[in-house]
């Protein structure tokens, strides 16, 4: 005969499986992020190390940015994989590991953006350690602008896509019809945004074509500034007086404006000065000359003075003088229209512009 043992579960296995049950995914859970918090303290650690050792170079510094971003895609990545180690079995398994994909690919991309920010950065600051041409250093500022935001905008569209491909998968076959569907949708799209388009064009141009910098001293509209930024739509001018003008970046490839900085930033400024004929222009020409050598935003390239027309009441006496930019330029020629004028005025006031005056005979009739 034979005898049937029937194995009844006791309640200390029922408490030691729920306990299990408990456990299991905490050690799991727990342990990914202890592993992936200290993997990421150890990257850290690293480039402060090679931060301190070599402080030259500080593309180990500027990396050590990107921590935070190293951080949520080592989590999420590991918690990817080691879910199933859980053992949760619940019915969203499938949602919360397309969630966490998701969340990984985004802080990939936030990690290659901030490593895209650091390299451009690192590379901008040795090129302008190791040139003294600014016009070549802004030049290459422009260019690392504007690709680090084409780099920007294509990781955040492709980024975007393949997130709500993965957290919507009933979306995949809608994304192949409009896949088959693309050539008519990117004639239309280029229809309606022609213009956008046209200044994304302009933008690339301008990056590239060297026609206007970041920092380049420019004349638009009336305006005089400086060229602030430079995105791949709109271009900023900051003005003198701290207001901004913002003009699409077409403007610049289909008007002409005037470009101070072009060819280097040293630049001449003129005054004119409306004096009386009897000024005595050699005694003006040697106090210039005084006053400029006394002055550190001359450069000393060049300087003169000269009487450049003249009317039946004054004479017009223009004074030029060379500085290193645009804004010393600006400065100096204040300095000196008031130096000038102050100097005649003093010393030979017989000299200032003079209004003719004469009496008025009052005549028979208007007596009457």
């Not at 180690?85 to 397309?98: G, K, T």
């Not at 009336?222 to 403007?251: A, H, K, Q």
């Not at 008007?255 to 409306?274: A, C, D, H, M, R």
Request: hydrophobic share 45%.
């Amino acid at each position: 005969m034979y005898r049937v043992e029937v194995a009844t579960e006791t309640p200390e296995g029922k408490e030691l499986d729920a306990l299990e049950e408990v456990l299991r995914p905490l050690i799991v859970f727990g342990g990914t992020l202890a592993i992936t918090v200290c993997a990421g303290l150890l990257v850290d650690r690293l480039l402060r190390y090679t931060a301190n050792k070599h402080p030259p170079h500080r593309l180990a510094g500027l990396l050590r940015r990107t921590q935070l971003p190293l951080q949520a895609l080592l989590a999420t990545a590991a918690l990817h994989f080691t879910y199933p180690l859980a053992e949760l079995h619940w019915r969203s398994d499938d949602v919360i590991r397309n969630i966490l994909a998701a969340t990984a690919i985004m802080a990939a991309a936030w990690l290659t953006m901030r490593g895209v920010d650091a390299v451009a950065e690192n590379t901008l600051e040795e090129y302008a350690t190791r040139t003294t041409d600014i016009a070549r250093v802004r030049r290459l500022r422009t260019q690392l602008t504007l690709l680090r935001r084409i780099v920007t905008t294509v990781l955040t569209i492709t980024t975007a896509a393949v997130a709500i491909l993965l957290l919507f998968p009933d979306l995949r076959t809608l994304g192949t019809s409009l896949l088959a569907s693309a050539g008519v949708i990117g004639i239309i799209a280029g229809v309606a945004a022609q213009s956008t388009l046209g200044n994304l064009m302009a933008g690339l141009q301008i990056a590239f074509g060297d026609s206007v910098k970041i920092g380049d001293t420019v004349v638009v509209e009336g305006e005089w500034g400086t060229i602030e930024e430079i995105t791949l739509t709109f271009l900023t001018v900051r003005i003198w007086d701290d207001r901004r003008l913002t003009m699409p970046v077409s403007y610049f490839n289909s008007k002409p404006y005037e470009n101070w900085s072009k060819g280097g930033p040293q630049i001449t400024g003129t005054v004119f000065l409306y004096l009386d004929h009897s000024t005595p222009v050699p005694q003006l020409r040697e106090h210039l000359y005084e006053y400029l050598r006394g002055r550190e935003d001359w450069d000393g390239r060049n300087w003169n003075l000269l009487v450049t027309d003249s009317t039946p009441t004054s004479i017009v006496v223009r004074a030029s003088m060379s500085a290193r930019n645009a804004d010393d330029v600006w400065t100096l020629r204040c300095a000196v229209r008031e130096e000038l004028l102050s100097w005649v005025r003093h010393n030979h006031p017989y000299a200032l512009p003079k209004i003719p005056t004469a009496m008025v005979t009052p005549s028979p009739a208007m007596a009457d």
